[in-house]
């Protein structure tokens, strides 16, 4: 009898865990820091002029990545990335007048200005536009597809918060999709990218601007 129930025992707790491994959700990817709050490991800088070093553009205070935002050009990143969510934060410079930049998007062949990519716009009052750079393909909705600069394509509406306030980017790069969330409001979105692993980049190019808290997701 002893041994009848022990083989119902052993029969019923396979089952369960047989049960509880298929029911298992897998585990979520970790987000990477790719700004440490110390340092710029991890990145490297491309500039418009030749004399000019990264230091001389891009500094760390306080956990803050400063910008100086001139000379034009970039840090990116030393790995490329293909699919991915990206979540930064950024503000323009307390008692500076607000200007330009941008999170540039799988960048990929020459170094220059600028190189061949998706830019997701950080223009003052203009975040979550989109930009397509030296022929980067991106098809987002007709309407809102600036007929005097065909690279440009609008966002749907503003959700940016006022400067020298911090605002939050969540980038979603999947397969041949980009999708922009401004402040956790989707602003913008497009179809029929390049599926290609390049670079993220933040772009010096006018205007004082701090970044905080960058960081990935990857995705299958």
Request: proline share 5%; hydrophobic share 40%.
């Amino acid at each position: 009898m002893r041994t009848l129930w022990a083989i119902g025992l052993a029969i019923l707790m396979g089952y369960w865990g047989l049960t509880t491994t298929q029911q298992a959700v897998p585990a979520q990817p970790k987000a990477i820091k790719l700004f440490n709050g110390r340092d710029l490991t991890g990145w490297k800088a491309y500039l418009a002029d030749p004399n000019a070093k990264m230091e001389d553009v891009w500094r760390v205070e306080n956990g803050i990545l400063i910008c100086k935002g001139e000379p034009l050009g970039y840090i990116y990143t030393e790995k490329d990335y293909t699919n991915y969510i990206l979540k930064l934060e950024w503000r323009w410079a307390p008692d500076k007048k607000p200007g330009n930049s941008g999170v540039l998007l799988r960048v990929h062949g020459e170094h220059k200005i600028w190189p061949r990519s998706v830019e997701a716009q950080l223009m003052h009052m203009n975040s979550g536009d989109f930009w397509l750079i030296d022929g980067a393909p991106l098809v987002t909705d007709p309407e809102y597809i600036d007929k005097n600069a065909e690279r440009h394509r609008w966002r749907k509406k503003t959700t940016e918060r006022p400067a020298p306030e911090w605002n939050q980017y969540e980038i979603i790069v999947r397969g041949d999709k980009i999708t922009l969330k401004v402040n956790g409001e989707v602003v913008n979105e497009g179809s029929g990218a390049e599926i290609v692993a390049g670079k993220i980049a933040l772009q010096s190019e006018g205007g004082e601007i701090h970044f905080r808290n960058i960081e990935l997701i990857p995705l299958e």
